[in-house]
């Protein structure tokens, strides 16, 4: 208790904190504050780009926790010659791509200067240890920038296409009438589409960010066992996606095309996220038997 308390300073002890960086903070609020208001009467109100606003607040939150870096920092000698050199290279470049994502339009670059303009600030001043300790706050914010037009069109396609021939295949095994012409599904008296947002591109990103997140404050030991959550987490994703086509084909099946285009619909994209994440959970379990985590033990000196 007492090492923990002395670990995470209160708010009392974050005021040196606060009168140290103010400068750093009003310049990150000039900056970004405009841009998350451009978010958030936007892209954050698609459901493709809602994961944004938390991914914002899981990162501040991250920050928040390990807040003692900047204490421990402050009372520490300053960084190195070739920290701050790379951390100014990293600051002129993430200036640079915000000034051209902001007066160009372009969110990729606004939004994805954030990582190299923070990065670069915690290097000048505090040097690479900070960056090491905040390493994954920085990281989480990447999943914050749009993914570029030119992945999207070039996923999508492929996406639907599989999702449309699985969802068919699956269905008529199980003895319902459904055809499939493209990423047209016909069941009954029925045609779907199989559109852009039920492609699971998006999906696949807001998950991998939450599963990833979901490790990080998990800590195993087991190296094994983190990579094979990860290198699921896009299968489970692409499966969790396909159960979401299959429920909107049975629900307009038996239910009409109104339930299946209404509330139902956007209820399914609560569901898939709800499935991928329980899919997740259960192979983390079952791997929990197979790759335990060891813990250190810790020795006490007393004699047996």
């Known amino acids: 208790m007492n090492t923990l308390a002395a670990r995470q300073p209160g708010f009392g002890n974050s005021l040196p904190i606060i009168k140290t960086w103010w400068p750093i903070i009003l310049g990150l609020l000039v900056l970004y504050v405009p841009t998350y208001w451009t978010l958030a009467h936007g892209l954050w109100n698609e459901d493709d780009h809602a994961h944004g606003p938390i991914v914002l607040i899981v990162s501040l939150f991250l920050v928040w926790q390990r807040r003692d870096v900047f204490m421990e920092g402050a009372q520490k000698m300053r960084p190195g010659g070739i920290e701050v050199a790379l951390g100014w290279a990293l600051l002129v470049v993430g200036l640079l791509a915000y000034a051209l994502g902001r007066s160009q339009g372009i969110l990729l670059f606004e939004v994805g200067s954030q990582v190299p303009v923070i990065l670069g600030a915690l290097l000048i001043t ?46 008529y095994a199980a003895g319902y009438p459904i055809a499939r012409s493209g990423v047209t ?14 492609s699971g591109l998006h999906s696949m990103f807001s998950l991998s960010a939450m599963g990833l997140l979901y490790l990080y404050l998990m800590q195993h030991t087991s190296v094994a066992r983190n990579l094979i959550i990860m290198a699921a987490i896009l299968p489970i994703a692409f499966a969790a996606n396909i159960v979401r086509v299959m429920v909107l084909v049975l629900v307009t099946y038996h239910m009409g095309d109104e339930a299946g285009q209404g509330f139902l619909h956007g209820f399914a994209g609560i569901m898939l996220f709800v499935i991928g994440l329980l899919f997740l959970f259960v192979l983390d379990w079952i791997l929990g038997f197979i790759f335990p985590d060891r813990r250190p033990v810790h020795l006490t000196g007393d004699k047996p």
Request: hydrophobic residues 60%.
């Open 126 to 171: 505090l040097g690479v240890r900070s960056a090491r300790a905040l390493w994954f706050a920085l990281f989480f914010l990447l999943f914050m920038i749009p993914l570029p037009g030119i992945i999207v069109d070039a996923a999508t396609g492929p996406l639907k296409q599989y999702i449309s021939v699985i969802a068919e295949h699956v269905l």
């Open 185 to 198: 599904l016909t069941v009954g008296p029925y045609q779907l589409l199989v559109a852009d947002a039920c």
